[in-house]
């Protein structure tokens, strides 16, 4: 994972969803997430790439053992200032988990395969150390989200600079890559960027229980079960 969130973009990131905007975007995701993918209590999940603990916070409310890994020393700060006692952190790499195999009943990457250094050696990892199921959220390639990303882009510093943005397509073909042939079930959430949401928010509603491949946040969750691994 590239070492990209300092001190001042956790705190700044951990407070983006305390506005209007980052927690009705913070809604959308968490119930496409529980759309898409069972959350059972009493399950050992990992959170790679956990950040400030805000999934980290959501699983832990509906009874499941969690641990989080962030490589950023300054989001791990914030998140654990946040949890107290509850839920484990590590500081290490997607790319080289310190956990052996089948070691969680699922595993979450959200938002984490956009900045890493190599996304395959990532899932890879994932699905070594997931005994069930690996559930991605991803930001969409292409959606008007990520248009107007692009755009202010180009004209001032953004840490979105340095993503890699997928597609649905894309991402099909890197987990057939690394699970060869798979169960997948998907979904996306807010077609329409978040200034329009107050106006059009019944439309998101209905696109969002569709299969929209355009859509800015991207779930999805595949089956591990039957792959073979090695034991590590």
């Not at 699983?59 to 946040?82: C, W």
């Amino acid at each position: 994972m590239k070492v990209l969130f300092n001190e001042r973009v956790a705190h700044g990131y951990d407070r983006w969803f305390e506005t209007k905007k980052g927690a009705m975007a913070d809604r959308y995701e968490k119930e496409l997430i529980s759309r898409i993918v069972e959350l059972k209590p009493g399950e050992i999940v990992l959170d790679v790439g956990c950040g400030t603990a805000n999934h980290i916070q959501y699983f832990l409310e509906r009874g499941m053992k969690t641990i989080g890994l962030d490589i950023s020393l300054s989001m791990l700060r914030v998140a654990q200032n946040k949890l107290g006692e509850r839920g484990g952190l590590c500081l290490g790499r997607a790319e080289a988990l310190p956990f052996k195999a089948n070691s969680f009943d699922s595993v979450f990457l959200i938002t984490t395969l956009e900045f890493v250094e190599d996304p395959l050696k990532t899932l890879q990892e994932a699905a070594r150390v997931s005994r069930k199921k690996i559930i991605l959220g991803i930001l969409n390639r292409y959606s008007l989200t990520a248009l107007g990303r692009r755009m202010k882009g180009i004209f001032r510093p953004s840490i979105y600079n340095k993503a890699r943005f997928y597609s649905i397509w894309e991402l099909k073909r890197l987990l057939t890559k690394v699970l060869g042939k798979h169960h997948l079930n998907w979904g996306s959430a807010l077609f329409l960027p978040l200034s329009f949401q107050e106006w059009f928010g019944g439309l998101e509603r209905i696109l969002s229980f569709r299969k929209n491949p355009f859509g800015a946040f991207l779930v999805l969750g595949v089956s591990v079960k039957n792959l073979i691994k090695k034991q590590q």
